[in-house]
């Protein structure tokens, strides 16, 4: 009997994933990761007061729950890995912008640095969309869980990478060089998509050798309710399919403001982090390195995370991500120096660790057999509102009030998510128990 047969993992997953997706999705990862500390420090750079800069990644968040349904619909019609070679070509040129935005500095520099900034929001939709919908449509579901948190783990790993990489660059060269860093990256991503032997064709038929089965199609091995509806006519990768989505909507909406709160208190952590170490006398680069020491935090609980969502179930893992990551908005506000500034990361970096990939796995178990791109696109409106809700609400009180009343504001509302999931996890109805 082999794996497939048993219910045990294939022994190979990691591997056959490794060239189309994990390996783009890590450099990917690093390039955004490496420009993520700075994000708020290089507009401020460039002019901006604290509740612009803040109110630059909430109108970020906003582009990005406006683009979310489109980017779906796109990757249905070009494929999952054309939409992401041409997500990652589009990231690459707009990050070089925000380079010359930097270099030139000039009277409208801002200006530029904003524009480039906005429009490679939907170039990131795209790309996140297309690989979970590349991953969902190629792994069965008993492998589900431990390939969403390795895709989740690949962002992490960049966020690591790239903070720690940006830090030491800018000990010895300006803040522009990060993005120099981001979009050397990018491009670095795209020629592996674009490789035949890694990322394109001889890629394609490993993984249909190694895991011919449809994964909607493999018998579930969790105790969640199976989805009705028509057979799958095609896959997502080029499907035109328009038909209805077979959906439990109940579900997808009270699972769905969970993850909502979980995406908040994510986009928020970076731009408080900032805020709260510059309020306390930290450098860029003594802020960068304590992210990635978080990110290193995060890598290290990815495996185990994945494993813990497929043997405890989703809801479980979500309650507890949301617990412990929202207790650490509380822990920040008594950080006086950098030693308290890392510890408080550290404490968000084990409850985010924990829910690595959860809402990728929670999208893939909700999702249809037919249509999954455009319902991935549906269902990535909920992480984009918290996109947008974080960095809005985040301005909105340090116009009001004060960032120490901003972080407290941000955990509360993360362990408000968690027990609206205790709450309704028994409706939802996710995969629990192996």
Aim: glycine share 12%.
């Amino acid at each position: 009997m082999t794996g497939a047969a048993t219910g045990a993992p294939h022994p190979s997953m990691y591997r056959r994933l490794l060239w189309p997706v994990l390996a783009p999705s890590v450099l990917f990862g690093v390039a955004a990761g490496a420009t993520v500390p700075v994000s708020v420090l290089a507009a401020m750079d460039l002019g901006a007061s604290a509740s612009l800069a803040a109110l630059i990644v909430a109108i970020v968040g906003a582009i990005s729950l406006a683009t979310t349904v489109p980017a779906g619909h796109l990757i249905d019609r070009v494929g999952d890995h054309r939409a992401m070679t041409l997500a990652t070509l589009a990231a690459a040129a707009l990050t070089a912008v925000v380079v010359a935005s930097m270099v030139w500095g000039g009277g409208g520099a801002l200006a530029l640095f904003m524009a480039a900034t906005f429009l490679r929001a939907p170039a990131v939709n795209v790309w996140s969309l297309a690989r979970q919908a590349y991953v969902a449509e190629r792994v069965p579901t008993r492998e589900v869980g431990r390939a969403m948190t390795a895709l989740g783990g690949t962002m992490r790993i960049g966020a690591l990478g790239g903070p720690l990489l940006g830090g030491l660059l800018m000990l010895v060269a300006p803040l522009w060089s990060v993005y120099v860093l981001s979009t050397v990256c990018s491009l670095l991503a795209v020629a592996i998509l674009l490789s035949p032997r890694l990322g394109g064709e001889a890629a394609e038929q490993r993984l249909a050798r190694a895991a011919p089965e449809s994964p909607s199609l493999s018998a579930p091995s969790l105790s969640a309710p199976p989805l009705s509806g028509p057979p799958p006519t095609g896959t997502g990768n080029g499907s035109r399919f328009m038909g209805r989505l077979d959906v439990r909507w109940d579900a997808v909406l009270l699972a769905g403001i969970a993850i909502s709160t979980l995406a908040v208190a994510r986009v928020a952590q970076p731009v408080l982090i900032q805020l709260w170490g510059v309020h306390v006398g930290l450098t860029a680069s003594q802020i960068s390195l304590a992210v990635a020491i978080g990110a290193a935090v995060e890598v290290v609980l990815m495996f185990p995370a994945g494993r813990l969502k497929d043997s405890l179930g989703r809801s479980p893992i979500l309650i507890t991500c949301l617990v412990v990551y929202g207790s650490g908005f509380l822990v920040l506000p008594l950080a006086h120096g950098w030693w308290g500034v890392v510890a408080a990361v550290v404490v968000m970096s084990v409850g985010n660790g924990l829910g690595a990939g959860i809402n990728m796995t929670i999208g893939a178990d909700l999702s249809p057999a037919v249509g999954r791109a455009r319902f991935l696109g549906i269902w990535a409106l909920f992480s984009s509102v918290g996109v947008l809700g974080g960095p809005g609400l985040v301005s909105l009180l340090l116009v009001v009030a004060s960032t120490q009343a901003a972080v407290l504001a941000v955990g509360g509302l993360a362990l408000a998510g968690a027990g609206w999931m205790a709450v309704w996890a028994r409706r939802i109805a996710l995969p629990s128990r192996l």
